[in-house]
Every structure is written in structure tokens, then in C-alpha cells.
């Protein structure tokens, strides 16, 4: 793996990777890459209905809540702190990662842990935000909230609200158990024996996609 | 990072310059969102129009999906046949995104303009020619 990389060089000429990566590494990106359309397919869907509906509720009436405050609107406060906690593992990850190229064993150890902190504690405000809307009457089926010009809405909306929020967030959920197995394996010391942390990398990988998926999700949901 | 040794010298400099990318990375992360955040509060309060904030919405959630995949997937730095056996594939969604809302518009013309007791457009030139009758 550690070839050189020289302008001239003939990648297709056989006796080694074309794209300079791993085979684990490459169907890595290559499940990544039909994820991303099952991913797409979902939000596409949900686009297409929302340009077939003459009106939709206002995302900003609907996620106003936030733990502990009541009946305070707080638009887009929860959403935020969602966001910028899957934002702050992606970096702790990235950091293990980096940390696993340096073979600082330690240091891999005690990002990884940040990263599934940061793993669960999005999923616990998940879990708060999908029981308080359950709370307010609004499931799979059933939709509590009028469109933003006051007529009665359909379920379009929560339907795909749960379905790809619930899709992202089993996403995450496998990305931390991924995490946990990785980072049993870290403290082990079956990466240090095998000599790199490329194992690390490609979790790594999967969890950056979760964090991409997340930006869509939330501009799709909660900006547009 | 003081007490390690001088032959791993290199080492700890290439690593403060990448630790400085990612946590340059995580703070254009940030500043967009917080931006993005600040706008829909502000569009809350004023009602701009819709079509230029949802389009600097897109824009900008593009800019994020960038840095991810070229920083922290640290596609950026691999070889460009990796980067384009990525990238090639996603052009499909070019189509698919404008297909199907085009199809999701049109649904919402027809439902609005099909539906049972609305006025039919055949009528509007039927007021053009009362029109001309009366001259």
C-alpha cells in the first residue's frame, strides 16, 4: 500500500490496486456508493411528494421542542444540537483514525471511546425526539400538524419523517456497534499484531457516511 | 507531544498539519451550520422569499457534503482513478432528482387543475369570443 505514487505510473497495467487503495478499502467506498442511492432513492421520494402536495407543515412549527423547556418555542434548537454532536464524532473519529496511521495505540483507544459517546448521545436525542412527537400524536399513519397555510396535512409527512430518520438512525446504530467491536479489537491488540489500523479506517469510513447522510436529512427535513 | 523522540521528528510534524486540517474541516462544518441555522431563524421572522433561501440551503449543504467526503473520508488525497469510480456513479442523481420532482410538479398541476369542479380552461376562450361579440 505504501507505493509510491509517481505522475507517469500505469495503473492499469496489472500486478497492483488501480485505485491505490485496499481491496476492504474499495468495497468500502463501493457499498458507501449503494447506500448513497438507497439513501437518495428515500429522499428523492420524499421530495417528490412534497412538490405533488399543494402545502406541507413548516418544519419550524413541528420541531420547536427541546428537553426540559416545556411549552418554549425553540425552533431548530434541538435539531442543532443533533447536528453539532454528529459533526463532533465525525472529528473524534477522524482523530482515531489519524491516531491509528501513527500507531498510537492509546490514542486510538480514547478517540474511539469519544465516538461512541458521541454515537449513543445522538441516538438518546433521537430517542427523545421521536417519543415527544409520538407524545404529540404524530406516528406512522397519523399526523398531528397542519400545513403551513392551516388545511389538514396527510401522513406524507411523518411517514417519511420516521422512515428515513428511523433508517439514518439504525445507520448510527450500527456504526456504533461497529465502533464498539473496532475498538475491542484496538484494546486486544489484533491491529498492533497485524502491524496497521486499517481496520479503523474503514469503519471510519461508514461513519462519515452516517454523518453525511445526517446533512441531507437535516437540510431536507428541517431547512427546506 | 514534547518528550518524543527526535527520529519520530517528521512524524509529529505531518501530524499536527493534518490534526490542523481536521479541525479546520470541523469548524467550516460548524460555521456553515450555525449560518444555515441563523438563516432559517432570520427567514422565520422576515418570510423572504422562498426560492433564494432554499437554494443557498442546497448550496451550502453541498459545500458541507465536500469537505466530508474530501477531508474526513479523505477522498481528496486519493488517486483520482479511486475519485472518479466514486463520483462517476452519483451523476445519475442529476437526473433522478430532476425527474422525479419534475414528476412530483406536474402530479401537483394536474391534482390542482383536473380537480373534480374546477373551471376548465377551455371556458377562458370562451370569454375571449363573448368579448369579441360585444365590440
Redesign the interface.
Known amino acids: 500500500m505504501d507505493t509510491a505514487?509517481t505522475a507517469k505510473k500505469k495503473?492499469w497495467s496489472g500486478g497492483h490496486s488501480?485505485?491505490?487503495?485496499s481491496y476492504g478499502k474499495?468495497m468500502m467506498?463501493y457499498f458507501l456508493?449503494s447506500d448513497?442511492?438507497t439513501f437518495?432513492?428515500l429522499l428523492?421520494?420524499y421530495?417528490?411528494?412534497?412538490?405533488?402536495?399543494?402545502s406541507w407543515p413548516d418544519p419550524?412549527e413541528v420541531f420547536r421542542s427541546f428537553p426540559g423547556m416545556g411549552e418554549r418555542h425553540i425552533?431548530?434548537g434541538f435539531v442543532?444540537l443533533m447536528?453539532?454532536i454528529l459533526?463532533?464524532s465525525?472529528?473524534t473519529?477522524?482523530?482515531a483514525v489519524?491516531a491509528g496511521h501513527?500507531r498510537r495505540q492509546k490514542d486510538v483507544v480514547k478517540w474511539l471511546i469519544w465516538t461512541i459517546i458521541g454515537g449513543i448521545a445522538f441516538l438518546s436525542c433521537q430517542a427523545w425526539e421521536w417519543t415527544h412527537l409520538w407524545h404529540e400524536g404524530a406516528w406512522w399513519g397519523q399526523n398531528p400538524f397542519l400545513n403551513a397555510d392551516g388545511t389538514a396535512a396527510s401522513s406524507n409527512f411523518t411517514n417519511f419523517f420516521f422512515t428515513i430518520t428511523g433508517f439514518h438512525g439504525l445507520h448510527v446504530t450500527s456504526g456504533v456497534v461497529l465502533n464498539i467491536v473496532i475498538l475491542s479489537n484496538v484494546l486486544k491488540g489484533t491491529y498492533e499484531n497485524r502491524g496497521h489500523y486499517e481496520m479503523v479506517e474503514k469503519v471510519?469510513?461508514y461513519w462519515?457516511?452516517v454523518?453525511?447522510v445526517w446533512?441531507?436529512v437535516?437540510?431536507c427535513f428541517?431547512?427546506? | 507531544m514534547s518528550n518524543t523522540h527526535t527520529d519520530a521528528g517528521q512524524d509529529v510534524h505531518v501530524a499536527d498539519s493534518s490534526t490542523k486540517t481536521i479541525w479546520r474541516t470541523f469548524w467550516i462544518l460548524l460555521g456553515i451550520t450555525v449560518f444555515e441555522i441563523c438563516i432559517a431563524l432570520a427567514h422565520m421572522q422576515f418570510h423572504w422569499p422562498k426560492l433564494p433561501v432554499n437554494s443557498l440551503f442546497i448550496i451550502l449543504t453541498i459545500v458541507k457534503a465536500f469537505f466530508i467526503v474530501a477531508e474526513f473520508m479523505h477522498l481528496g488525497h486519493e488517486i483520482k482513478n479511486l475519485i472518479m469510480t466514486v463520483l462517476m456513479p452519483l451523476l445519475l442523481f442529476v437526473w433522478f432528482i430532476i425527474a422525479f420532482l419534475a414528476d412530483g410538479d406536474s402530479w401537483k398541476n394536474m391534482r390542482k387543475d383536473l380537480a373534480p369542479g374546477t373551471p376548465k380552461p377551455v371556458e377562458k376562450v370562451q370569454v375571449i369570443e363573448h368579448e369579441g361579440h360585444h365590440e
Open positions: 505514487v495503473w488501480p485505485f491505490n487503495v474499495l467506498w456508493l448513497a442511492f437518495g432513492a428523492i421520494s421530495g417528490t411528494i412534497r412538490f405533488m402536495s399543494t419550524n425552533p431548530m442543532s447536528t453539532f459533526i463532533m465525525s472529528v473519529m477522524v482523530l489519524h501513527q471510519g469510513l462519515h457516511f454523518d453525511l446533512v441531507f437535516f437540510t428541517y431547512l427546506l
